[in-house]
C-alpha cells in the first residue's frame, strides 16, 4: 500500500536525536532554542517561540492577543477541528465564513459581513499547504481594527505573493509527524510583536520567567529538544522535501483526467502538504476510496464533517449552513503526495485514479 502520508526522516535526524539524549539536555533546551531562531529567519519575523504541539500554539497565540469570554473570532468550518477548539478553549466563539469552491480556503469576499462589535480576530487556515487571499484578509482587519492569526499549521514553506507564511501578523505551526517538516510532535508561534512572544512564552511554561516565581497562570506547553533535534534536521532539508512534493503534485496534475484536481491560484507558492482531488461528478467516494485501496493505493479525507456539522462545536454555535463547506466535505479525497512517493507510485496512483 503505498501510503497518503509518510514522514521522510533519515540518518542525520537519527543522529541529532542521539546527540540530545547523549547531551542529557532533554526538555526546551539549545536545540529548541535554535529551532526559534531558524523559524523566525524563515519567516522574517522577530520572534518564535516553541510549543509542544500545533493546537498549543494556536490556543497560546489566542490567549496572548487577550482573546477570551466575550470574543468572537472568524474562522473556516473546513478544517482540522483544533483551529476551532482552540477558540472555544480561551472562551470566545468561533464565527464561521464559508469556503472557496476551488481551493477550500476561507472566502475573504465573506469576511466583512460577518464582523460585529465583539469580533476580535480572524483565523484563516491555510489548507492543504495554500494560504489564504491574505492582502484581503490583511485589509478587512486593518479596516475594523482586528488581529489576523494564521493557522498555518499545514503550511510551513507556503508563500503569497512572495512573503512567507507566518509572516502576516501572529501565526500557529504545526511539527506533527506528517507535516512537511515533521518532529513527530509540536508547534510553533511566530510574530513580530515582542510582547505577544513574550506572552505566549509565559503561557507555555506554567507562567515562569524565573523559576517558581509564577507571574501569570500557563500551561507546560513546552517542546522537547528530542522533537526539536528532528525538526531542526527537517528545516535544513524543506526546500528539498517541498520540491519534491511540488514535483508530485505537478505530475498527477498533467495527468490525472477522470476527477478534478487541486487549483493553485496566482501568486501562491504552494507547500502541498495534501493533494486532494474531488470525487463528484457521478463518483461515489466511498467507492472511490475502497478502489484505489484495493489497487494498492491509501487515501485520507481531510475532511468528512465540517466543524459546524461536529457535534461539541454545533452544541455551541447552533445549526447553520455552509453549504461549499458541506459540499467539499461530501466529496474531497487526497492522495499520496509527499516525497517518498516515487515515480512507480505516481504511475500507479494515475492509473488507479484514471480508473475510477
Not at 43 to 49: E, K, M
Not at 79 to 99: K, N, R, W
Not at 288 to 304: D, K, M, S
Request: proline share 4%; with cysteine.
Amino acid at each position: 500500500m503505498i501510503p497518503v502520508s509518510k514522514p521522510s526522516i533519515g540518518d542525520a535526524e537519527r543522529r541529532a536525536v542521539m546527540e540530545v539524549l547523549d547531551s542529557g539536555m532533554l526538555v526546551q533546551g539549545p536545540r529548541t532554542a535554535e529551532l526559534e531562531d531558524r523559524f523566525a529567519e524563515r519567516c522574517g519575523v522577530g520572534h518564535a517561540v516553541a510549543t509542544s504541539s500545533g493546537t498549543t500554539a494556536l490556543h497560546l497565540a489566542l490567549l496572548a492577543h487577550g482573546i477570551g469570554v466575550g470574543d468572537e473570532v472568524i474562522t473556516t468550518p473546513f478544517s482540522f477541528i483544533a483551529s476551532t477548539t482552540s477558540i472555544l478553549m480561551t472562551g470566545a466563539m468561533p464565527v464561521f465564513v464559508d469556503v472557496e469552491e476551488d481551493t477550500g480556503n476561507l472566502d475573504a469576499t465573506l469576511v466583512e459581513a460577518a464582523i460585529t462589535p465583539r469580533t476580535r480576530a480572524i483565523l484563516p487556515v491555510h489548507l492543504y499547504g495554500q494560504m489564504c487571499d491574505m492582502d484581503a484578509l490583511a485589509d478587512v482587519a486593518r479596516r475594523h481594527d482586528i488581529v489576523v492569526l494564521e493557522d498555518a499549521c499545514q503550511a510551513v514553506g507556503s508563500t503569497f505573493r512572495g512573503h512567507p507564511a507566518g509572516s502576516f501578523g501572529t501565526a500557529a505551526f504545526s511539527l506533527y509527524a506528517t507535516k512537511n517538516a515533521a518532529a513527530g510532535e509540536g508547534g510553533m508561534i511566530t510574530t513580530d510583536d515582542a510582547a505577544i512572544a513574550d506572552r505566549c512564552r509565559l503561557l507555555r511554561n506554567h507562567g515562569m520567567r524565573t523559576r517558581y516565581h509564577h507571574e501569570i497562570l500557563g500551561f507546560n506547553a513546552r517542546m522537547t529538544d528530542l522533537h526539536a533535534a528532528i525538526a531542526l534536521v527537517q528545516m535544513q532539508r524543506l526546500d528539498e522535501l517541498n520540491e519534491r512534493r511540488g514535483h508530485n503534485a505537478r505530475w498527477f496534475t498533467n495527468h490525472i483526467d477522470r476527477v478534478r484536481t487541486p487549483v493553485q491560484r496566482e501568486g501562491r507558492g504552494h507547500a502541498w502538504h495534501q493533494y486532494t482531488i474531488r470525487v463528484d461528478d457521478g463518483l461515489d467516494r466511498d467507492d472511490a476510496v475502497a478502489r484505489l485501496a484495493a489497487a494498492g493505493v491509501g487515501t485520507g479525507v481531510f475532511y468528512p464533517v465540517p466543524l459546524h456539522r461536529q457535534p461539541p462545536v454545533c452544541a455551541v454555535v447552533g445549526d447553520i449552513s455552509m453549504p461549499v463547506a458541506e459540499r467539499l466535505s461530501a466529496t474531497v479525497m487526497s492522495i499520496p503526495v509527499h516525497p517518498e512517493v516515487t515515480a512507480a507510485e505516481r504511475d500507479i496512483i494515475v492509473a488507479a485514479v484514471n480508473a475510477l
